[in-house]
Structure formats: C-alpha cells, structure tokens
C-alpha cells in the first residue's frame, strides 16, 4: 500500500536496525556494569576509600555528559552511523585496556576515556529511533531498544562473577567484555539511515537550526524532564556502584552471590518493565496525551516507598531486602519508556539527537556524576561516626558496612524528587507538545 502524506510512516528496516541497536545497548551496559561488581577486590588491592570508588563513577559520568553534547550535535548534522561505530570501537578497545592498568589513577583514566566512546551512542541511537519509528511506536521500540540496559546488567552481574573466580583475576572480564563491541562496530556501518522526521505525521523542515540549545532550553517541559532526570541517574548510579559491596559488607554474601542477587533487581527487573512498561505506555498515549508522564512518575513515587522499607527495615533476610529492591526496580525501569518518548514528543525532530545530548548531560553530569561520589564520602562519614559511636580507635569491616548502607537511603530520596519533577513537568507537557508540531511544519 503507498504511503499516504497525512500517515505517520514506519522504516521498513526499522526493527533490523532496532536489533542492532539494541545488541550495541546491551554490550555498552555490560562494559559500564563491570567496574561496579569487582570493586572489593579493586578496593582491597589498592587500599581505596569508598570516596575513591565513588570517583571512579562520578569520572567516567563526567565526561561522558560533557562529550556528549558536541557528538549529540553531530548526531544532528552528520551520519548516526558513523558517530555509533566508531564510539563502539573507541570504547571496546578501552574497556580491554582497563584490564591491564596498574594503578587506580590509571584504571580512572582509561575509564574518562570508555567514557568519551560511551557518549557517542545514546543521543544518535535515540535520534535514530525516533526516524524509524512513528509516535504511537515509539515507546515500545524505545522499551525493546532499552532492554540492552537491564540484559546488559544482568549478563555483567551474573556471569563476571565467575569469570574472575575462574581466572583469579578481577582483570579477565574487561578483556572479554571487549571482544563483542568490536565486532558489533563493524555491523554498525552498514545501517541504512531513514531521513530525518520521516517518521512524523506531518512534513518536517530540514533546514538548519540557529541556536538550537537555546531553542530547546525555551522549552518548560525540558527543563522538568532534566531534573527528573537528574535525580533518577543520581540514584541509578549510586545503587549501581554499591550494591554490590553493601551485600557484601552488610549481608555478609560471597562476590559472586552478590553480584547475582543485584542481578536480579537490576537485570531481571529489567526484562519484565521495560516491554510491559512500554505497551502501557503507549497504549496509555493514545488514551491521554500526558498518560506516558503520570505513568512514569506513579511507578517512580512506588519505587521511592519499596526501596525506602528495604533499607529501613535494617538487618533483615537478605531475599527479602533484594525482593523489596527488586520491586522498587521494577517500577523505576518506567522512567525510560516514559521520559526518554517525552523529550521527543516535545522536541521537532532536527533537534531531537541535540535534545537528547543536554538531556543526557544533565542525566549523568549532575546525576551520575554526583550520585557515586556523594554517597561514597557520605559513606566514609558513616563509617567514622560509627566508629565513634562505638569508641573504636580502628576502622573495621563492620563500620564501613554501617556507613555504606546509611548512605544508601540517598536511593529512594532521589527516587521520590525523580516522581514530583514528573508530576510537575505533566503540567507544561500538553502545550510543549503541540508547539512542537506546529514548530516542525514551518
């Protein structure tokens, strides 16, 4: 059947490409993953505070945001393909150098620079998607596309484990890790690109943008969504960093046990939320033009109650503190099916991979960058007062695992602010989005 000029049009290698994508999404959360599971054998070899963990994170957070915002622009104005291939190489070569460092400065280094390559993907990727899908579809291939993100966590968590335990080197994964983000670059190349806004209802302009941050910082919905935006990778990424070593340190699991158990709550979560989330969604948007937004800040608000109890309940069966974390999780995993669609609904599409590059500065510059870092010091602060407390003179085990898991409660606080920004943000959404479609018709 032709396509008619008042229907929204699908690319017909859109779900190609979508795989494609999804598979270089997995395998840039399983390297990010890495650092985080084997950090108590990093720690113990290098004699690290939980502050210097934190910056480990917070570094690689960084520059990832501010790298994104000029490669995000590029995505805007060059070939998506090209910036995603060679971000794929850079980043798989250096994940392999990560194994290889001697030093904690080192190790900081080599993980700026994974940073760097890591920048080039989101905001192309999420651009593309935007031009193969239409609207009322774009939620449930921004949910396929974003499985690679629990499926990537969940590989990292339940199999690094083992590698290290079969290697007897915390080393061995970033070697492995490194091979299949090579291979996938190669593929990477050969994607065959929609134009820009061919997946719009209406035609689009093609003609450049002067200004274009200013333009979309005029827009009010913008401004909610990097707050929320702010606070959930806050959260993300300081649970991400210490889980791991607080089920250790606090529950008293072996690594690999541990590694798992955090699997399952960011991992397994993952799989169930984000297809189920986005048919919600977008049936949801169809119904209410706001629907996708108090969705997401509904589940975001029960994220904050569950992992709130889990942490407040103190010393209780470790299956029952992951179960509750795990629910939370689950609901969180709504974020990106609802926020990530928002900013495309309220950005025309020659500004979309620009859109989502500030987006993603404020995600991780201010959010991730601050989330590990912040509760590592808080962490360390913890640690010493619980020494005090206890009128010890040295610094043990038991305190540092105190001090960690009082600084977590910083999880479902940010969690909370991350549902209010949402609910705000509700508010401006509708007026933003038609603005946006009569901005792209000019």
């Keep these: 059947m032709p396509h008619l000029p008042h229907q929204s049009k ?24 890495i650092p985080s599971i084997i950090i108590e054998p990093i720690r113990l070899e290098w004699s690290l505070t939980d502050f210097q963990i934190g910056l480990l994170g917070t570094a690689f957070t960084i520059v990832y945001a501010i790298a994104g915002l000029p490669l995000g622009r590029m995505a805007d104005t060059g070939s998506r393909k090209k910036i995603m ?26 993980r700026m620079g994974v940073g760097v390559g890591e920048a080039s993907y989101g905001p192309a990727a999420n651009s593309l ?30 199999t690094t484990g083992a590698i290290v335990q079969a290697f007897d080197s915390w080393r061995a994964p970033f070697f492995i890790a490194a091979v299949p983000g090579i291979v996938l670059a190669l593929f990477m ?8 806004g061919d997946a719009e209802v209406v035609a689009v302009q093609t003609t450049p943008i002067h200004q274009p941050i200013r333009k979309i910082l005029a827009i009010p919905t913008m401004w909610w969504l990097m707050l929320a935006g702010l606070c959930y990778n ?26 798992m158990s955090v699997g399952v709550i960011v991992g397994v979560t993952g799989l169930i939320a984000l297809p189920l989330g986005g048919w919600i969604a977008d049936r949801l948007h169809v119904r209410v033009r706001n629907g996708r937004l108090l969705f997401g800040a509904v589940s975001l608000l029960l994220t904050c109650v569950f992992t709130g109890v889990a942490l407040v309940a103190g010393e209780i069966d470790v299956a029952i503190f992951v179960g509750l974390f795990a629910v939370g999780w689950l609901f969180a995993y709504n974020f990106y099916t609802c926020v990530y669609t928002a900013v495309q609904d309220v ?3 020659r500004l979309r991979a620009t859109a989502m590059a500030l987006f993603f500065a404020g995600l991780y510059l ?11 010091g808080l962490s360390d602060y913890f640690a010493n007062q619980a020494m005090l407390l206890a009128g010890a003179s040295e610094m043990t085990e038991v305190f540092r695992a105190i001090g960690l898991h009082n600084a977590l409660y910083l999880v479902p606080v940010t969690m909370g602010l991350t549902g209010v920004f949402l609910l705000i943000a509700i508010r401006t959404f509708r007026a933003d989005a038609q603005k946006m479609t009569q901005s792209a018709q000019q």
């Excluded at 190349?189 to 820009?196: A, D, G, L, M």
């Excluded at 201010?366 to 590592?376: E, I, W």
């Design 366 to 376: 201010l959010g991730g960058g601050l989330g590990p870092v912040m509760v590592g």
């Design 189 to 196: 190349f050969f994607i065959r690109e929609p134009k820009r």
């Design 347 to 349: 950005i025309e599409p």
């Design 234 to 259: 806050f959260s993300t990424y300081a649970n991400t960093t210490f889980m791991v070593p607080m089920l250790q340190r606090y529950f008293g699991l072996e690594l690999t046990q541990a590694a």
């Design 10 to 33: 699908q690319a017909d290698n859109a779900w190609r490409v979508l795989f494609l994508l999804f598979l270089a999404n997995l395998f840039n959360f399983f390297d990010r993953a």
């Design 85 to 110: 291939g060679w971000g794929l190489l850079v980043w798989s070569g250096l994940t392999a150098v990560n194994g290889a460092v001697t030093s904690f400065w080192g190790f900081l280094l080599v």
């Design 129 to 158: 998607i935007g031009d193969l899908f239409p609207a009322n579809r774009r939620a449930r291939a921004m949910g396929i596309f974003m499985l690679g993100l629990p499926l990537g966590l969940l590989l990292a968590f339940f």
